[in-house]
Antibody, heavy 120, light 107 residues
Framework: QVQLQESGPGLVRPSGTLSLACTVS?????????WSWVRQTPGKGLEWIGE???????NYNPSLKSRVTMSVDTSKNQFFLTLASVTAADTAVYYC?????????????WGQGTLVTVSS | SYVLTQAPSVSVAPGQTARITCEGD??????VHWYQQKSGQAPVLVVY???DRPSGIPERFSGSNSGNTATLIISRVEAGDEADYYC??????????FGSGTKVTVL
């Protein structure tokens, strides 16, 4: 069974940088899949942040692209998210997920999510 | 970008059928996926590619897609089906887009 687990600070100061890791078990980040980050603001819906594959190729949500960086560590079977210049609007539950494709792409496995609060 | 519109809420009695809609321009040309999110939990894929079910998802969950509306259908609704449901599509120019979500309340 594929499992994903997010980790990182739960509190980030305004204008600081949010950094999260996703540890994958039961599957390898060195696979044909890509790996995504999705966030959910309190009481609101889901927003895709971006994705990365094993070779480090990335695609980002245009609305966040200027502030987002993703990377992967194949030796640790992990991938990472950094979001720069955060504000209170970036307070959210952050999920990592695996991309899968049949006819089109969807997310077949998700982490449990981690709440990140932006506050001084 | 592509916009998906969902009704905010749907109420259904136990044993009845819930229909959750997802509207988008010419959505029938796209593959629609559905997620269930119970309170405090991560989303779970319940239908992919309009009408296919992942292993472990009950046959009570089904889907359809025609015209400008995709529909998630939950037959013989149970109390445990109470959750938020999100539709999602993928496109090469905008990648992943989610609907705003529908809260299903079991009366």
């Amino acid at each position: 069974q594929v499992q994903l687990q997010e980790s990182g600070p739960g509190l980030v100061r305004p204008s600081g940088t949010l950094s999260l890791a996703c540890t994958v078990s039961g599957a390898s980040v060195i696979s044909t899949n890509s790996w995504s980050w999705v966030r959910q603001t309190p009481g609101k819906g889901l927003e895709w942040i971006g994705e990365i594959n094993h070779s480090g190729t990335t695609n980002y949500n245009p609305s966040l692209k200027s502030r987002v960086t993703m990377s992967v560590d194949t030796s640790k079977n992990q991938f990472f998210l950094t979001l720069a210049s955060v504000t209170a609007a970036d307070t959210a539950v952050y999920y990592c997920a695996r991309d899968r494709r049949r006819t089109a792409y969807f997310f077949d496995f998700w982490g449990q999510g981690t709440l990140v609060t932006v506050s001084s | 970008s592509y916009v998906l519109t969902q009704a905010p809420s749907v109420s259904v009695a136990p044993g009845q059928t819930a229909r959750i809609t997802c509207e988008g321009d010419d959505i029938e040309t796209k593959s629609v996926h559905w997620y269930q999110q119970k309170s405090g939990q991560a989303p779970v894929l319940v239908v992919y590619d309009d009408s296919d079910r992942p292993s472990g998802i009950p046959e009570r969950f089904s889907g359809s897609n025609s015209g400008n509306t995709a529909t998630l259908i939950i037959s013989r609704v149970e109390a445990g089906d109470e959750a938020d449901y999100y539709c999602q599509v993928w496109g090469s120019s905008y990648y992943f887009v989610f609907g705003s979500g529908t809260k299903v309340t079991v009366l």
